[in-house]
């Protein structure tokens, strides 16, 4: 049974650009949690996507968006990257009902030059 | 809004020497509080969920604890592969599942 899987592992980007991080659930969980993670700190919620919308999010500006597919897979794209953008960014998965038993992915390391 | 305290931010042990790590929170009614394990550059990794005070969790050398206003990871005769970092987090009962992590413990355990 694969686990949460998210692509890609690293990336490099300069200010301004753009980014779009990819994210598989667990087999049978149908929601989606991302979070942004910076060195030494715990990760912070920005949004959670089920039945394809966006249903809480957290702190963070709209530069952050997302998109939920029909086979629960997930997005999240960044736009007009800063340096502050460096981070882990982590992807967990649930079922809900289950109070939020959230499996994590391996995590995408995102660097802002 | 919800808060999570982790102490001690760093903790070095020998190998068998038992030790607890504290996670106290602020919530608006608790709906679950979590223990995940952290390996450097990787995810998280769920360990427990407890839902209300008195509750207790076992696996392996961990133990978890929860009271109305804390909780604690018990590590009985730790072995250097427990070396990692100790994520707590908190779901409030009021909003869907935003889920608030501390900042964790790092533990290291010398051979």
């Known amino acids: 049974d694969a686990g949460v899987t998210q692509s890609p592992t690293h990336l490099i980007k300069t200010r301004g650009q753009q980014v779009t991080l990819r994210c598989s659930p667990k087999?049978?969980?149908?929601?989606v949690s991302w979070y942004q993670q910076a060195l030494g700190q715990g990760p912070q919620f920005i949004f959670q996507?089920?039945?394809?919308?966006?249903?809480q999010r957290g702190n963070f500006p709209d530069r952050f968006s997302g998109h939920q597919f029909p086979n629960y897979s997930s997005e999240l794209n960044v736009n007009a990257l800063l340096l502050g953008d460096s981070a882990l960014y982590l992807c967990?998965?649930?079922?809900?009902?289950?109070?939020?038993?959230?499996?994590f992915g391996p995590g995408t390391r995102l660097t802002v030059l | 809004e919800d808060q999570v305290t982790q102490s001690p931010e760093a903790l070095r042990l020998q190998e068998g020497e038992s030790s607890s790590l504290n996670c106290s929170y602020t919530v608006s009614g608790l709906r679950g509080l979590f223990w995940y394990r952290q390996d450097p550059g990787k995810g998280p990794e769920f360990l427990f969920t407890l839902y209300s005070a008195g509750e207790e969790k076992e696996k392996e050398r961990l133990k978890a604890t929860l009271t109305k206003k804390e909780s604690f990871l018990h590590i009985t005769a730790p072995k250097p592969e427990d070396s990692a970092t100790y994520l707590c987090?908190?779901?409030?009962?009021?909003?869907?599942?935003?889920?608030?992590f501390g900042t964790g413990t790092k533990l290291q355990v010398i051979p």
């Open positions: 996507y089920y039945e394809e919308e966006e249903r």
């Open positions: 987090a908190v779901l409030n009962s009021g909003g869907y599942q935003k889920v608030t």
């Open positions: 967990a998965s649930s079922v809900p009902g289950l109070a939020n038993e959230q499996f």
């Open positions: 087999s049978g969980h149908d929601t």
